[in-house]
């Protein structure tokens, strides 16, 4: 048994925070069944759809979105900041917390403001480049900064000292073997078995250019033998795709169990959020990155290094239309010795044991 008996987790938001947090938390009670896990979340974020259905305890508390430049909210911050660190400092005593561990967002900051007043370890862990601004400020308060890609620590000088751990993956994923899964997974979406599989994932937010680009390609990439698994996202227009055409076209409003697409496929096409990045790597799956273009360029950042290890392509939002996907993707689908070699690369790239490494990193700052 290790020196764990409870941990608190904060994390909220948006999946890239909840599924490592979710998935770090399967690996404290797979070491021990007995550990405590406590995660905080907001009333309003994704946490309280994901967290409860796994089986662990979910409190909620009052956090603000942190403001980034001067203005009257900056003047608010404080009093409100104190107010939800003070509601998080009540948790932390109830579950007597050995350590808090965050994975960024807004939650994240009132639970380490408590932590470093009960002069309590934290473990930082930070996916992103630049890390976000919850994250930014945390390292204020602990020197246990963790990463999950060997780029950051070179790429922001504020993560040049910390332990690169992977990014902790649910063991569905990291665990999967895609051959052995490859005909089970067709079966489950009507594919056939013997024909080149393009896996389109864009995710809930400005996936509208990676849809139309796809569907409009939808004749060519039937003709020439490719079927497509196209998840919508749930809060996109549903495609136009014909009805005639000689390779199946599947699409999906949105596909809870992202491990089947990822069995099916032969090569995927998807944005470039820190967790696809983390997980399509691991597996040693080709992918086609289509960087999200309305931010900061992380998605590009998470992308690139896996893409100049001969893991995937890049392409920008502007350039993916119908005829770059004829044109480029089509024949990458269709060449099995190209797509071997592209996931091989990925593999060797990516990382499936972000979680164990992550609860060691933990260990060492408990018991320092």
Same mark, same amino acid.
């Given at each position: 048994?290790?020196?764990?008996?409870?941990?608190?987790?904060?994390?909220?938001?948006?999946?890239?925070?909840?599924?490592?947090?979710? &998935?770090?938390?399967?690996?404290?009670?797979?070491?021990?069944?007995?550990?405590?896990?406590?995660?905080?979340?907001? =009333?309003?974020?994704?946490?309280?759809?994901?967290?409860?259905?796994?089986?662990?305890?979910?409190?909620?508390?009052?956090?603000?979105?942190?403001?980034?430049?001067?203005?009257?909210?900056?003047?608010?911050?404080?009093?409100? $900041?104190?107010? #939800?660190?003070?509601?998080?400092? %009540?948790?932390?005593?109830?579950?007597?917390?050995?350590?808090?561990?965050?994975?960024?967002?807004?939650?994240?900051?009132?639970?380490?403001?408590?932590?470093?007043?009960?002069?309590?370890?934290?473990?930082?862990?930070?996916?992103?480049?630049?890390?976000?601004?919850?994250?930014?400020?945390? $390292? %204020?308060?602990?020197?246990?900064?963790?990463?999950?890609? =060997?780029?950051?620590?070179?790429?922001?000088?504020?993560?040049?000292? #910390?332990?690169?751990?992977?990014?902790?993956?649910?063991?569905?994923?990291?665990?999967?073997?895609?051959?052995?899964?490859?005909? #089970?997974?067709?079966?489950?979406?009507?594919?056939?078995?013997?024909?080149?599989?393009?896996?389109?994932?864009?995710?809930?937010?400005?996936?509208?250019?990676?849809?139309?680009?796809?569907?409009?390609? &939808?004749?060519?990439?039937?003709?020439?033998?490719?079927?497509?698994?196209?998840?919508?996202?749930?809060?996109?227009?549903?495609?136009?795709?014909?009805?005639?055409?000689?390779?199946?076209?599947?699409?999906?409003?949105?596909?809870?169990? $992202?491990?089947?697409?990822?069995?099916?496929?032969?090569?995927?096409?998807?944005?470039?959020?820190? $967790?696809?990045?983390?997980?399509?790597?691991?597996?040693?799956?080709?992918?086609?990155?289509?960087?999200?273009?309305?931010?900061?360029?992380?998605?590009?950042?998470?992308?690139?290094?896996?893409?100049?290890?001969?893991?995937?392509?890049?392409?920008?939002?502007?350039?993916?239309? =119908?005829?770059?996907?004829?044109?480029?993707?089509?024949?990458?689908?269709?060449?099995?010795?190209?797509?071997?070699?592209?996931?091989?690369?990925?593999?060797?790239?990516?990382?499936?044991?972000?979680?164990? #490494?992550?609860?060691?990193?933990?260990?060492?700052?408990?018991?320092?």
């Amino acid at each position: 048994m290790g020196p764990l008996r409870s941990v608190v987790l904060a994390g909220g938001g948006t999946g890239g925070h909840i599924y490592p947090l979710l &998935a770090f938390a399967d690996c404290l009670r797979r070491h021990d069944s007995g550990v405590r896990v406590t995660c905080l979340g907001t =009333p309003k974020g994704l946490e309280n759809e994901l967290i409860p259905p796994a089986g662990y305890d979910l409190r909620q508390i009052p956090a603000h979105q942190l403001p980034r430049s001067v203005n009257l909210d900056l003047v608010k911050t404080p009093g409100r $900041m104190w107010t #939800a660190a003070r509601a998080a400092g %009540k948790v932390i005593d109830e579950v007597e917390a050995d350590v808090v561990v965050g994975f960024g967002g807004y939650v994240s900051v009132p639970a380490y403001l408590a932590a470093w007043r009960r002069e309590l370890p934290i473990v930082i862990h930070e996916v992103n480049v630049p890390p976000g601004v919850a994250n930014r400020l945390g $390292m %204020k308060f602990t020197r246990h900064v963790a990463v999950g890609f =060997p780029h950051q620590p070179a790429q922001a000088e504020s993560l040049r000292r #910390a332990r690169v751990v992977g990014v902790p993956l649910r063991r569905g994923i990291a665990g999967l073997d895609r051959a052995a899964m490859r005909d #089970a997974a067709r079966a489950h979406f009507g594919l056939r078995p013997d024909l080149p599989v393009l896996f389109v994932a864009g995710g809930s937010q400005g996936a509208r250019s990676i849809n139309l680009a796809v569907s409009g390609a &939808a004749k060519e990439l039937a003709r020439n033998g490719v079927q497509v698994l196209h998840v919508i996202g749930a809060r996109n227009e549903t495609v136009s795709v014909p009805t005639d055409l000689p390779a199946p076209y599947v699409t999906l409003p949105y596909l809870s169990q $992202m491990e089947l697409g990822y069995a099916a496929a032969d090569l995927m096409l998807g944005r470039g959020g820190a $967790m696809t990045c983390a997980e399509v790597a691991a597996i040693g799956l080709p992918t086609v990155y289509v960087p999200y273009p309305h931010s900061n360029q992380e998605q590009r950042r998470n992308a690139l290094p896996v893409v100049e290890a001969g893991g995937g392509l890049l392409v920008d939002d502007a350039e993916l239309t =119908p005829a770059w996907v004829e044109g480029n993707v089509i024949p990458l689908a269709r060449d099995p010795h190209r797509l071997a070699a592209m996931g091989a690369a990925a593999a060797a790239y990516g990382n499936r044991d972000g979680d164990e #490494a992550l609860l060691n990193f933990v260990y060492e700052a408990v018991v320092r």
